[in-house]
Structure formats: structure tokens, C-alpha cells
């Protein structure tokens, strides 16, 4: 926050703390950040200027002397001893002893006054911890700046500079210092954040809320395998947006291979009707996978590492183990499919001479390995080279399709390339060529009818010609005759063909005559399982999470938009390459009937060559992402440490490279291309990126319907049953595409996930069903006790403390129902009590009051355990509980409590007693606390409310006040409240960039809520502060003599000790007499958890006397010993934040506060109580949370 240096000086500051400093620190004219002075810092003994070792200024400092205000002196205060009286105003021509700065003064370090400080300490103040040191202003001071250059000109800076003592404010914390804070490390102005928070002062050691912001803000996660990478990047953020960071890159991993050499093969064989269908299915499957991932994906910070991390977090190690490996096997054979598209452009299309073979699949198999080996020293040595080349391949994709789709609007039959057709026959252009003419003509002198007829030895010439060759005439097509031709109806329906028959008939072939042949048998599930790989890539944008400025934002949209893209062109060519091109020749696989050219190529405009060239770069393209990515990822999984056998894979060259899982992803590689044909290798990809989907949609339905606390995607367009929809759509495609294949591939995945889990396991045999389930509640407990949960997987289990009444009735049932919607109808739910007694008297009642929480947990329909213990001490009995409550694992986490109202009201202390008790133990045992205030005022189940759920976040938790708010509307009573949080700034802190973290933190957090920083300035300690107190303090001593003394002289006897304080060599006539003079000591109503109206704010007046123990009193109070100024720094806080969260919200239906920490003596409990009751006077529904110190909610997924 931002003051003007007019404000500051006319300010008054009436803060102890700072009392304190001045006190004990005004005499270092000069103090380094260290807290320790430096001799350079003071002028020398000739008077010169130490020069100043940053700009070459220097600098003059002289002390100016200051005067007491006239707003100080109305208030009672004194000026420091030795200082000017009112209306003086002393020169530097006259200092005073105190107002002159002397060199020795000036060299010492802060610490305790000494001779030569600025300030003596009156004897009160020096009566110590207890005197109420009485505040002043520090001493100012003037700076010179004296200018190197011309030293004639100066400019003058009034400064003032305030010390402060740590130790006067951490108190039992003052060992924690700045060099050892774990969150709040080095930060400046933390003691007079513990002077204005002097509440919360045994809290700070987590650090100030404007650090931990910052810190969450600018903290990056994840990992990076490349060393030099990381070293590179240093801390800076991601810098890609949505359009360069997501969507072109799925665009160019999911538009492969496939569109170009199998895309017009497939609705060749299928028709129009049933190819449409499989890309549909393909691409209605990927997109339902995106809608899952985006909501795992925007479910916390997507740390660097990729599609991996992200579901391996979201499913845990045994899934994600499994999964991991699935993928890595899916991209490493992508890699092999990529290659055999390579070579099979380069040997078939482009340059059919190097087919030394006369074998395309040995040709294949050859050129294959020989690419994969030069893309993988490519990978190895530079990574560089594979990023930049993935730019050009990407324009390579999109020049390529946009020469095709123009190819489409300007085909027309005068520019078609020419076919030879026998019937139904396609022939090869080879078999009808002659001379370099084609002859497509059954003549005795044409090559078809050299092929189908042979001469017939004897007298005369003679033919004997196949039966197809006679019944049938040859013609001539056009292969491409445009979308006006009308053959769209001829292309409709399927033609699926046996392998060894002839391309669209069920006739036997033979290539000796030249006719094209099936060398696969297709359908429409082996079509599927061929195309699916071309959908594949949609994680391409996952995979770069790190390098995203806003992953969150850019996931979602650039992945869904992708598939939205290339789904439309999918869609769009399977319809405009049924309208263009010839059936028969989109059914010839290899484009034998137009020379062996790419039949793509001849479509696209403006040349085929376009399309040969930029296909095959695309390609080689594809092959280095994937030979590229599937190293680190092995290497990942290698590094988690989840498999153990892969631990070899995990170490990495000295410049970060992963060269063994290079080699083992090459190898892997070699395997899939020793296969040497397309259509094999791609149905066992699309195994593995099914099962890998699957387990995506899977992990994002069981996330929806388990209602985790961690589960809070920013990403709204997603439902489990949508989820579930893309599951059953992977299995379905799995089977329906090769079941030996995708059993194969569940039988990875199995054997991965039990050898992750059950490694050791001990196997349970019952009897039925309920040894089954005994088996299973043994396993699970067991698994629940190995550790304590992830943060992302917590969730309050709670342990409800049940007040009973005399009738053995739960005195506030409404606990129960609150305690219900805290945990979202999910967790666990102890709900305990104790009976003051011994157990053999009192275990029928126990009993009863068993009975009576059963039956309410049923009504309210609470799932959970209820139980009474009974106990000769309820502070013991509770702590029993607190301890052991629970079975192994399934224990509670969270401890629910109600406050005790009528504590005012009770001469018994234990009224408040077990309250302070209970705190303390719950603290000690490192469990959450909530106390709820105003219960019987909390929403019923049907009712639903309506306005804000305010969050006072003033000390760091763990995060647990962000956690339950957000809870709690996820059910019905808060479903329609909006969400504020607020939390509290100090004179060092900067509002607006609070502002900025916090709102960013909680967009980190999924968390939708209004922000608000409440400027808490270093303001004076009031009057009224000071008096609230004083009568504190003196209440307290007068009931604790009344429980001391008998109750039917308590009274009294407190009235002859005040009497006798009046006493001494004073005048008798103004003493009162202990005879005459009657305390009568009036209850204040107390708030209830029942009251309706407007809360009454309690004042200096909650005391009623007879005039003459008014008298007495003011007379003894004017004596008695001074407050203690802890107490006063500690309700200046309360009622400070009262001010504050009474003016914000004070139309709140819920106030949710972080809950001070308890007195450490039994000393100070009934101050402590005070203080609790000015901080939520004036609020209806009050929540005080004290985390349990844990992280429970986390920005990470």
C-alpha cells in the first residue's frame, strides 16, 4: 500500500511494538538489511561523506529531532523522558541529549539502548514484560544526496527509520528468523506484520500471505528430461499460446500418413455410407477422449512432461505405469508406421527404380531400416533440427491438402487420367501399354488379348481365350471425371474384397494378366482398425505443457479445435472423393492402373509432385516427433521409479539425451517395420492408443462420480456419462477391430498394473462373498495405513464432537447435517461424545445416547459411525478420542467442535476449559480443527441459500479455508452462494499485485470467487482498544478470585481487597468503606447460537455498579498495574479485523476465518476467549478453521 510522506508524519502511531523498537533500537542511526550496523554508514571524524559504493553519491545524514503531537498528548501519552516540552521546538544549533546523534550511536548495531541511545526508558517502562511501554515517534532524518559531478548541488530526503525487536513479536518463535522461514524467507517487514496481526502472531512461521502468493505465482513444476534444456530456460515461463502451442501441432501429428496413401483405398472398399461411418466413429471417439483430457488437463497446473504425467497423476501409479507404457509402445510403432509411409511414397511413387527386389515388402523392410537408423542418429545428435524441421513438415500437411481440395473443385473428365477396364475389371496400365501407347482393346494384335488368349496348335490359325474375356468388352474411363460427373451413387455402397480376388469382385485373380488383386482381406472392422491412427495425435499439445503460457486455457481449446478441423476434413474427402473420383480406381491400393502414381497426387492441383514431396517430408516428419518423444517418455516412466525393470532407461548422456531408450525405442521400431506393410502395423497401433484413451475416459468418470476434493476442472463441457461413452467406444473399437490384438494389449496393461500393485501381495482366500468383502475391507485398510494421502487426494474425514444435554439429546444436531455437507456426502464421519462419570454407573446411558446419534445420523442420512464413551474427565475422554478414534487407515483428520456460549454465564471454568483443552490437543495430534459459532442459524438440508460464503484468509493453512468453501457448495443449502475471499495487507505490502496473485492462484486452484485485499494500515491503538483491555484483564482477575473464594462471601471479600487498595495516607473521607460498599456484578446476555436479531456490539458498559463500587473501582483502576501490552496489541487485532469483516460482511450467510492459536498457558485462557468473542461480534454464522499445518489443496493435477 501506497503513502503519501504527508500522511506519515502526520500519523500518530500508537503501536507497542514499534514503542518497543523505538525504545530499544532509536539509537542505530544507520542499519543494514543484515539487522547489523556498518561502519561506512557514518560520517568520519573529519566530517567527510563515505561515498556511496553503488553511484558514486554521496550522502550526509543529520538527525532532526521531533516533538510531540497535539493529537499524542490529548491522547494521554507522554513524550519519551528528556524530550522537549509542548509548544518547544529545539534546533540543531541546541540538541537535546536525546535528539543528538553521536558517532558512537551511529556504529553500534541494534539492540538492546545503551549509552548514547535516543530514547531513556521511563521506570514504568522499565518494569518489564508487563508495562505497557507507551509509543512515540521515531526519530527522523534528513539526507543529503551530494552530486559527484557537481558537487555544489544537493538534494535533501526526509526519511524515517523504524527498527524493529523480532523477538518482541515472534515471541517463542523468535528463533525462527528470516534465513530459516520455509515460506516466507528473506521478506521484509514480517515483525511489523506480527505487530499489527498480533492475534495471529504464533501462526507467522508459515509466512505472510502477499509471500506465499507470490511465491505459488512464480513456482514452477514438473520435468524436463534435458538438462541443458532446464538450464536454458532458467525460470522463464512458457511463452506459446493456443494457436502455436496446441492446435498446429495436433494438426500436424493427427494428419499423417494415412490421408495420403489409404484415405481414397478405404472409401474405395467401404463406399461412401460405411467409410463415413468409420471416420466418424474414429473421430467421435478421439473427441470424447479430448473432452476427457481437457478436464483432466484443466484440473490443476499441467506440469512440463506431457500427456504421461497428466494421466499418470490422474490414476495413480498403477494405472499410469501401465498406461505409460501402453503409450510409449503406441508411439514407438507409430514411429515404424511413419517410416514404411516413407519408404513406400519413396519406392512406389517417387522413384519405383530402387525396388531391387521386385518385392515391395522387402524393399520396404530394407529402406525402412536404413531411415530409421538415419533418423535416429538425427534424434541423437540434434533435437534442435527435429523442432525446426517440424515447421517445415507442418506447411508441408497444410499446402498439401489445400492442393487437394483445389484438385477436387477443378477436376473435370478432359483433364482425367484414363483407366483400362475388362469388364469389371481394373487393369494394370502396364498390361495394356504398348509402345508407351495404351491399348486398351480386346485386337488379337493388343496386349490384353496376348494376355487372356493363347494360340492353338493345328491346322489354321486359332485362339483359346478365357470365358471372362469373351463375355465381357473392354473400355476406357475416366479416373477422375469431377464432382459434376454423378458417379457419387455408383461409390455409395461397399465392395469389400477377399485377399487374392480381384479389387471390388469376388472373382480369383491374376496379376500375371494384369489384374489388380487384394492383398488384404477388408471389411468394414479391419477398415476401422487401419484409419484409426490417422485420428491419433490429439495429445500433441499435452505434450508441450510446458512451453504453454496458459496451459489450462490452451489445451482444451487448441486440442478440440484440431479435431474439429481435421474431423471436418476427414468427413469432407470421404464425401468429395465419392463424388470425384472412380470406384474402381480408388479400390487399386498402389495406383497400379495409372502407372504406379500416387492417385492423391494426381487429383491435387497443380502437380502430383506436390503431393509426393510434401507427403513424404510430413512423413519423415512424423517419424522424427515420434522417435523424438517416445525416448523421453520412456524415459520418464523410467525416472518415476514405478517399474522397476525399466530403471536402466532412466539415465541420460552428459547432454541430457535418453540414448539407451533411444535405442530401445529403435529397436522396437525395427520390429514394426520388419513387418514391411502399412495396413499390418497399423491396426497394432491402434491397440495401444485405444487402450490409452480408454484409460483417459476412464480416469475422468471415476474422478466425476467420486466427487474427489482435488477434482475441480476449469473445463466445463465435460460429463461422466460422455466419459463413459468414449470408454465403451474404445473397448468396442478395440475388439471389433482385431481381438487377438486387443487382447494382447490388455493382457500389457494387466500384467503391468498387478506387477506395480501385487508385487508381494499376499493372496486371501474366503469363504463366499463375505470373505470376499472381508478380504477386500483388510486390503483396503492395510493400503490406506501405508502413508498419509496425496494432497490431491484429501479429503475431511471428520471427527464430530457431540454435545449431549441432560436428557442425553444432542444439544446442537445441526452439527451433524453441517458436518454432512462439509464433506460432500462422501469421507468419513465419526460421530463421538463423552459422558462425565465412571463406566460401570453410567454404561446404560452410554447406551441410550449411542442410540439417540445412530438415529439421528439415519434421518440426516449421514454415512458413518456414531459412538459414546464415557469418562471421569471430559477433557481426558475427548483427548482419548482425538487419539484413537478410528480403525488403522480409516482414521479422521478433522476435528469438528461447537462453542461453548454460555462460558460467560458459568462460575465454572471448565465451561470454556474443555473448549481451550480440545484446541490444544487437536494441534498437538497435527489434526484440522473447525468451530462452529451461531450453529442452530446454519441451513437445513432442503433449505438453499442465497448471497456469499465470505473467506477470511489471514494466515497461510495449508489451504484448508479455500478447500471447505468449496466443498460446501457443491451441495444443495450452498449450491447458489458466490464465493468471496478477503484477505489482509500491510503498510510494506503491495495491494494490487496481492490482488494479482490471488486472483491467479485461485484460477490455478479451479475455484471461481470474488477477491478482495483489505488494506489493514498501521493504525493507532484506540482509546477504546485500550479501555475493552483494561476491563478484560480486571474481569478476569475478579472471577477467577470468585472461584477461588466460597460463593457466599466471594462477593464481599472482592469488595474489601478493592477497598483496601484505596487505602494509604490519602484522605479517609474518599475511602470507601468495605461495610458500606456492595459489588453487584450484573451477567451480560450473552450471544446464542439461537438469537435472530441484529447482534449487539459489547462496549466498555457490559459492566453495571452501584455508584459506589463505580467509585471504588475507578479509584483502584487508576492505581492498578498497567495492562499488559501483549494483551493490547492482541485486541487491537480483534477488533481491527471485527471492523473490517463486520463492514464487508455483514450480509454474509457464511463467515469462514482462520481460528488464532491457542495460549500456550492456561494463563491466558480467558483472554483468549475475549479475544475470540470481539473478533465475531456482530456475525451471524461463523466457521474458525485451524489447518493442521499439511498442504490439503493444491494447484497441480
Not at 501441432?249 to 494415412?258: K, T, Y
Not at 464432382?483 to 469376388?506: C, P, Q, W
Not at 463505580?1110 to 481491527?1136: C, E, F, I, W, Y
Amino acid at each position: 500500500m501506497d503513502r503519501s510522506p504527508e500522511a506519515d508524519e502526520a500519523r500518530e502511531p500508537l503501536n507497542p511494538k514499534k514503542a518497543e523498537s523505538a525504545d530499544g533500537e532509536a539509537d542505530s542511526d544507520q542499519v543494514d538489511p543484515q539487522g547489523t550496523s556498518s561502519p561506512d554508514s557514518a560520517p568520519d571524524a573529519a566530517g567527510g561523506v563515505p561515498p556511496s559504493s553503488s553511484s558514486g553519491s554521496r550522502f550526509a545524514v543529520e538527525k532532526v529531532p521531533h516533538t510531540p503531537t497535539e493529537e499524542s498528548l490529548s491522547r494521554g501519552v507522554s513524550p519519551p523522558k528528556g524530550s522537549p516540552p509542548k509548544g518547544s521546538s529545539p534546533t540543531r544549533d541546541s540538541p537535546t541529549k536525546e535528539s543528538s546523534p553521536t558517532k558512537e550511536s551511529a556504529t553500534k548495531g541494534s539492540g538492546s539502548p545503551k549509552a548514547g541511545s535516543s530514547t531513556e526508558a521511563s521506570p514504568e517502562e522499565e518494569e518489564g514484560e508487563g508495562a505497557l511501554r507507551v509509543p512515540f515517534k521515531v526519530p527522523r532524518f534528513e539526507v543529503i544526496e551530494i552530486d559527484p559531478v557537481e558537487p555544489g548541488k544537493q538534494r535533501a530526503h526526509n526519511i524515517t527509520i523504524h527498527v524493529t525487536d523480532t523477538s518482541k513479536v515472534n515471541g517463542e518463535n523468535s528463533s525462527a528468523t528470516r534465513d530459516n522461514l520455509p515460506l516466507a524467507d528473506n521478506e521484509e517487514g514480517h515483525n511489523d506484520y506480527g505487530g499489527h496481526m498480533a492475534l495471529y502472531e504464533d501462526d507467522l512461521h508459515h509466512g505472510k500471505i502477499s509471500t506465499i502468493l507470490n511465491r505459488l505465482n512464480q513456482y514452477q513444476g514438473g520435468m524436463q528430461p534435458n538438462v541443458k534444456d532446464v538450464e536454458k530456460a532458467g525460470s522463464q515461463r512458457g511463452t506459446l499460446g493456443t494457436l502455436l502451442g496446441v492446435y498446429l501441432p495436433c494438426i500436424q501429428n493427427i494428419f499423417g500418413i494415412l490421408l495420403f496413401v489409404r484415405m481414397t483405398w478405404i472409401v474405395g472398399m467401404a463406399g461412401c455410407v460405411e467409410s463415413f461411418f468409420i471416420v466418424l466413429i474414429c473421430c467421435a471417439t478421439t473427441l470424447l477422449t479430448s473432452f476427457s483430457m481437457s478436464a483432466i488437463a484443466t484440473n490443476g497446473v499441467v506440469p512440463a512432461g506431457g500427456s504421461y504425467f497428466m494421466i499418470s497423476r490422474a490414476l495413480g501409479p498403477e494405472f499410469g505405469g501401465a498406461v505409460g507404457v501402453l503409450f510409449y509402445l503406441g508411439t514407438s510403432v507409430a514411429s515404424s508406421m511413419y517410416i514404411i509411409g516413407a519408404v513406400e511414397i519413396l519406392a512406389v511413387y517417387m522413384a519405383p527404380q530402387v525396388d531391387i527386389f521386385g518385392d515391395v515388402t522387402n524393399s520396404f523392410r530394407l529402406y525402412g531400416a536404413v531411415v530409421l537408423v538415419i533418423l535416429s542418429v538425427i534424434v541423437f545428435i540434434g533435437v534442435a533440427f527435429v523442432s525446426k524441421f517440424a515447421t517445415v513438415s507442418l506447411i508441408c500437411v497444410i499446402i498439401s491438402i489445400i492442393c487437394i481440395y483445389l484438385g477436387i473443385f477443378i477436376s473435370n473428365p478432359e483433364d482425367s487420367v484414363e483407366v483400362c477396364m475388362l469388364g469389371e475389371r481394373l487393369l494394370t496400365l502396364d498390361s495394356v501399354t504398348m509402345n508407351d501407347t495404351m491399348m486398351c482393346t480386346k485386337n488379337e494384335t493388343g496386349p490384353i488379348h496376348a494376355l487372356y488368349c493363347t494360340l492353338v496348335n493345328g491346322t489354321g490359325p486359332g485362339y483359346d481365350c478365357d470365358e471372362y474375356f469373351t463375355k465381357h468388352e473392354t473400355m476406357i474411363l475416366k479416373g477422375i471425371p469431377g464432382l459434376a460427373s454423378g458417379i457419387f451413387v455408383n461409390n455409395t455402397m461397399n465392395r469389400y474384397t477377399e485377399i487374392g480376388k480381384v479389387i471390388g469382385t469376388d472373382d480369383d485373380g491374376n496379376d500375371a494378366r494384369g489384374e489388380i488383386i487384394a492383398d488384404i482381406s477388408t471389411s468394414f472392422m479391419v477398415l476401422l482398425a487401419i484409419y484409426f491412427p490417422s485420428c491419433t495425435g490429439i495429445m500433441a499439445g499435452s505434450n508441450r505443457s510446458g512451453d504453454l503460457a496458459d496451459a489450462q486455457k490452451s489445451i482444451p481449446t487448441g486440442t478440440i479445435c484440431a479435431i474439429i478441423t481435421t474431423s471436418i476434413v476427414y468427413l469432407t474427402s470421404v464425401l468429395f472423393f465419392s463424388g470425384t473420383i472412380e470406384g474402381d480406381l480408388m479400390r487399386d491400393k498402389y495406383g497400379e492402373s495409372i502407372g504406379g502414381s500416387l492417385l492423391i497426387g494426381k487429383l491435387a492441383w497443380p502437380h502430383e509432385w506436390v503431393i509426393l514431396i510434401g507427403s513424404f517430408l510430413s512423413t519423415l516428419g512424423a517419424g522424427l516427433q515420434s522417435l523424438t518423444g517416445a525416448p523421453r517418455l520412456l524415459q520418464a516412466i523410467a525416472h518415476d521409479g514405478v517399474i522397476p525393470f525399466l530403471g536402466l532407461f532412466s539415465v541420460t548422456t552428459k547432454k541430457g539425451e535418453p540414448f539407451r531408450a533411444l535405442l530401445m525405442t529403435g529397436f522396437i521400431s525395427l520390429i514394426g517395420i520388419s513387418i514391411g506393410n502399412l495396413d499390418y502395423v497399423a491396426p497394432i497401433i491402434t491397440m495401444f492408443f485405444l487402450m490409452c484413451y480408454g484409460f483417459v475416459n476412464m480416469a475422468c468418470a471415476l474422478q466425476t462420480l467420486l466427487r474427489t476434493p482435488n477434482w475441480r476442472p476449469r473445463f466445463i463441457f465435460y460429463h461422466w456419462t460422455l466419459s463413459l461413452v468414449g470408454l465403451a467406444l474404445c473397448i468396442t473399437l478395440m475388439f471389433i477391430s482385431s481381438w487377438y490384438y486387443a487382447l494382447a494389449a490388455i493382457a500389457i496393461a494387466f500384467c503391468i498394473y498387478k506387477y506395480i500393485e501385487y508385487k508381494g501381495a499376499e493372496q486371501e482366500w474366503g469363504d463366499g462373498i463375505r470373505g470376499l468383502a472381508m478380504s477386500a475391507a483388510r486390503y483396503s485398510l492395510l493400503r490406506l495405513q501405508e502413508g498419509p494421502p496425496h494432497t490431491k487426494n484429501w479429503r475431511p474425514q471428520l471427527l464430530v464432537l457431540m454435545k449431549l444435554d441432560e436428557n442425553l439429546q444432542p444439544k446442537y444436531p445441526k452439527m451433524v447435517e453441517f458436518a454432512n455437507q462439509l464433506k460432500a456426502g462422501k469421507g468419513l464421519t465419526l460421530m463421538y461424545s463423552v459422558l462425565e462419570g465412571k463406566f460401570s454407573e453410567r454404561f446404560a446411558d452410554s447406551q441410550a445416547a449411542k442410540q439417540t446419534l445412530s438415529k439421528l445420523m439415519k434421518e440426516v442420512n449421514v454415512k458413518g459411525f456414531s459412538d459414546v464413551s464415557v469418562s471421569t474427565n471430559v477433557t481426558e475422554g475427548i483427548c482419548a478420542l482425538i487419539q484413537n478414534a478410528g480403525l488403522g487407515g480409516l482414521r479422521h483428520n478433522t476435528v469438528v467442535m461447537g462453542w461453548p456460549y454460555g462460558w460467560r454465564h458459568s462460575d465454572d471454568e471448565r465451561s470454556y476449559k474443555v473448549f481451550l483443552e480440545t484446541i490444544r490437543n487437536v494441534s498437538s495430534a497435527g489434526l484440522a480443527l473447525l468451530v462452529t459459532k451461531g450453529i442452530n442459524m446454519y441451513p437445513d438440508v432442503d433449505t438453499k441459500m442465497k448471497g456469499t460464503i465470505d473467506v477470511w484468509w489471514i494466515v497461510h493453512d495449508g489451504g484448508l479455508l479455500m478447500l471447505l468453501p468449496f466443498l460446501l457448495t457443491r451441495e444443495k443449502p450452498w449450491k447458489h452462494c458466490k464465493l468471496r475471499i478477503f484477505t489482509v495487507a500491510q503498510m510494506e505490502d503491495n495491494s494490487i499485485t496481492m490482488k494479482k496473485d490471488l486472483e491467479m492462484y485461485l484460477y490455478q486452484l479451479r475455484i471461481a470467487a470474488d477477491v478482495d485485499v483489505i488494506e489493514m494500515s498501521n493504525s493507532d491503538i484506540s482509546a477504546y482498544t485500550y479501555e475493552r483491555t483494561l476491563m478484560m484483564e480486571q474481569r478476569t482477575q475478579m472471577l477467577r478470585d470468585m472461584r477461588i473464594l466460597k460463593p457466599q462471601t466471594q462477593a464481599q471479600a472482592i469488595m474489601d481487597k478493592h477497598a483496601h487498595m484505596q487505602g494509604g495516607a490519602g484522605d479517609d473521607g474518599d475511602r470507601a468503606s468495605p461495610q458500606k460498599t456492595h459489588l453487584h456484578l450484573d451477567t451480560v446476555p450473552e450471544e446464542s447460537s439461537t438469537d435472530t436479531d441484529q447482534p449487539r456490539v459489547v462496549g466498555p458498559e457490559q459492566f453495571t455498579f452501584t455508584p459506589a463500587a463505580g467509585a471504588a473501582l475507578k479509584k483502584s483502576q487508576a492505581k492498578s498495574k498497567k495492562v499488559d501490552p501483549s494483551n493490547v496489541r492482541r485486541m487491537h487485532t480483534a477488533v481491527r479485523l471485527n471492523e473490517h469483516i463486520v463492514e464487508k460482511s455483514h450480509d454474509a450467510q457464511l463467515v469462514i476465518l482462520n481460528l488464532p492459536a491457542p495460549p500456550k498457558s492456561s494463563a491466558g485462557d480467558e483472554n483468549y476467549m475475549e479475544f475470540l468473542e470481539v473478533l465475531t461480534e456482530g456475525l451471524d454464522r461463523v466457521l474458525m478453521v485451524r489447518g493442521s499445518g499439511r498442504e490439503v489443496i493444491t494447484i497441480y493435477s
